[in-house]
């Protein structure tokens, strides 16, 4: 009787471990459901292509200036980004020395300063020439002595040359006394315009001015130092200023040898600033022939490209970016730089004329740029037209500042 029992018992829980399992699956079959629904939901979603279209009236599009390219597909040269330095051409960069000993003056009363631009032919500093082992301060005994001097020898040449008028002397004989006049002059001159210059704190007199040479530019250019300063004495040979050329101006840019084989040096090179926009200014620079420098520690040699410098945009000495043009081409879509948006977050863009009137922004990947042209990754079709003029008046248009 108890077995019967404990069979009975035993069969129930069973039972009821069975009908336990079933209603367990049974409440998971709803869950599983409810996981195949997304955690969000977007209403209204838009594409990008349907933000971007621009429809603008035939008046509209004349005074915007709106101009179109087509896009082609072929190859372009790859360039290669290099850093460069703005230097002076050779022989454009000079230092200017004491031809002789004597007293440095300020050209015209004023103290030139390093970085001032000159005219060729412009005088910076004049020079008061000093006999030799004597110093500037000149004494009235040596002024009266060249005085007397010279008014021995203008007697002397006005007798050459009365006795010449009366036949009596000869035409050699004045030739040698009025180059003897002239000697005594400039002597007299230069011992008088010394004790000016020793008892005067003003050198602008005529005396001082006629008795200095002028020391003046080769060419035309920028003062880069000066090494000397007003009414100091110097020696002959004594280094007083440097002077360099600032228009044209060479970049010399270190190449790695490794790339060296592949840059083609007949291509002019693009220059510009660091930290420049993408699309900011670029100056073309003409390659040109320059010493034959490399650099053992970095394995970089040397090239040289020539870049005219009329508005002073770049200084010597100044550090560039410069992309030289490689002889590996690549095919792909090819636009015009000017054809290129950049966004506010640096995104690259073209504006497509999709039907008369029409244009559709596009967002494209730029690959790398050579000169005026740009080699995209990714954007329109080939055949398709590009915007080139008016890009920034119709990006105003379609975010409403444009008129």
Not at 31 to 60: D, I, M, R
Request: glycine content about 8%; some cysteine.
């Amino acid at each position: 009787m108890n077995k019967h029992h404990i069979f009975r018992k035993l069969a129930g829980l069973f039972a009821l471990c069975i009908l336990l399992a079933s209603t367990w699956s049974c409440s998971k079959e709803p869950k599983a459901a409810a996981g195949n629904t997304p955690p969000a939901k977007v209403q209204n979603g838009v594409k990008e292509s349907a933000l971007t279209t621009v429809t603008l009236s035939p008046q509209a599009e004349q005074r915007l200036g709106v101009e179109t390219v087509i896009v082609e597909r072929r190859k372009l040269p790859r360039a290669l980004e290099l850093g460069g330095e703005i230097i002076a051409p050779p022989g454009r960069e000079v230092t200017i020395a004491a031809p002789v000993a004597g007293v440095v003056l300020a050209a015209n009363g004023t103290e030139p300063q390093a970085g001032m631009t000159v005219r060729k032919g412009q005088a910076v500093f004049r020079l008061l020439p000093l006999p030799a082992g004597q110093d500037f301060i000149g004494a009235p005994e040596e002024v009266a002595l060249k005085k007397t001097q010279y008014r021995v020898t203008l007697a002397k040449a006005e007798r050459a040359r009365q006795l010449l008028q009366d036949k009596a002397g000869s035409e050699k004989a004045l030739q040698e006394a009025q180059a003897e006049l002239a000697i005594a002059e400039a002597a007299y001159k230069s011992a008088e315009a010394r004790l000016q210059l020793s008892n005067s704190h003003n050198p602008d007199s005529d005396i001082i001015a006629h008795s200095t040479m002028a020391l003046a530019a080769p060419f035309d250019g920028v003062v880069q130092h000066i090494d000397v300063a007003p009414r100091q004495n110097v020696a002959a040979g004594t280094a007083l200023f440097q002077i360099a050329s600032q228009n044209p101006v060479w970049v010399r840019t270190p190449v790695y040898v490794g790339d060296l084989s592949s840059v083609d040096r007949q291509q002019p090179a693009r220059i510009s600033s660091f930290g420049a926009a993408k699309d900011g200014a670029a100056f073309e620079a003409q390659p040109v022939q320059g010493p034959t420098l490399s650099d053992a520690n970095a394995a970089s040699t040397d090239l040289y490209f020539e870049l005219q410098n009329t508005e002073q945009r770049f200084r010597i000495g100044e550090k560039v970016a410069v992309s030289v043009v490689q002889q590996s081409e690549r095919k792909g879509l090819v636009v015009p730089v000017a054809a290129i948006l950049y966004d506010i977050q640096g995104g690259t863009w073209v504006y497509v004329k999709t039907a008369p009137q029409v244009y559709t922004r596009q967002r494209i990947e730029l690959q790398y740029v050579v000169g005026e042209l740009a080699l995209l990754a990714r954007g329109p079709e080939a055949g398709a037209e590009v915007v080139t003029a008016g890009v920034a008046e119709i990006f105003g248009t379609e975010f409403g500042g444009g008129k």
